[in-house]
T-cell receptor
Framework: NAGVTQTPKFQVLKTGQSMTLQCAQDMNHEYMSWYRQDPGMGLRLIHYSVGAGITDQGEVPNGYNVSRSTTEDFPLRLLSAAPSQTSVYFC?????????FGQGTRLTVV | QQQVKQSPQSLIVQKGGISIINCAYENTAFDYFPWYQQFPGKGPALLIAIRPDVSEKKEGRFTISFNKSAKQFSLHIMDSQPGDSATYFCAASMKGSARQLTFGSGTQLTVLP
């Protein structure tokens, strides 16, 4: 079982560049989320989706866009990367209250 | 502001010892308290969870103790093993929003052989 798959695993961006972090799940879960993990701050919720076509903001949404056109995919877009967005990004899908996380994307913005 | 405060930041325990990680929260609307375990290079994975209608939940060597009046909960790892070395996160969520998790800052546990 693939579970939650994130690509790429590593990425270096220059300030002002844009990119999309991909997230796909094969468990047919309706609910999906994006978190960022920073040292000493745990994981913070960026955006979430309760199903295809429905998204909402989490705790730290500024600088990020999401869309959910299918149940399987939940991409996270950075329109104009900033050094403050250097972080490890995790996508998760949920069965009931249990979150299943991908392996993460380590993003560095220089 | 951090709604879930976790301590200690790091913990070193001898094999066979007891590891204790503590979390405190302010928001009385929280009603679901999971613990997640994360190994290096991996995403977090659910370890154990509790709701405030019970004071303790045990699964194998892992126990959550919950003190509703003090707004605190803790993870106890009995007979700690080197394979338990990982980062542990407590989290909380509100009724009706169980999937919108607020995480603590994490505890890096090292169990020495």
């Amino acid at each position: 079982n693939a579970g939650v798959t994130q690509t790429p695993k590593f990425q270096v961006l220059k300030t002002g560049q844009s990119m999309t972090l991909q997230c796909a799940q094969d468990m047919n879960h309706e609910y999906m989320s994006w978190y960022r993990q920073d040292p000493g701050m745990g994981l913070r919720l960026i955006h979430y989706s309760v199903g295809a076509g429905i998204t909402d903001q989490g705790e730290v949404p500024n600088g990020y866009n999401v869309s959910r056109s299918t149940t399987e995919d939940f991409p996270l877009r950075l329109l104009s990367a900033a050094p403050s967005q250097t972080s490890v990004y995790f996508c998760a899908s949920y069965w009931n209250t249990e979150a299943f996380f991908g392996q993460g994307t380590r993003l560095t913005v220089v | 502001q951090q709604q879930v405060k976790q301590s200690p930041q790091s913990l070193i325990v001898q094999k066979g010892g007891i590891s204790i990680i503590n979390c405190a929260y302010e928001n009385t609307a929280f009603d679901y308290f999971p613990w997640y375990q994360q190994f290096p290079g991996k995403g977090p994975a659910l370890l154990i969870a509790i709701r405030p209608d019970v004071s303790e939940k045990k699964e194998g060597r892992f126990t959550i103790s919950f003190n509703k009046s003090a707004k605190q909960f803790s993870l106890h790892i009995m007979d700690s093993q080197p394979g338990d070395s990982a980062t542990y996160f407590c989290a909380a969520s509100m009724k009706g929003s169980a999937r919108q998790l607020t995480f603590g800052s994490g505890t890096q546990l090292t169990v020495l052989p």
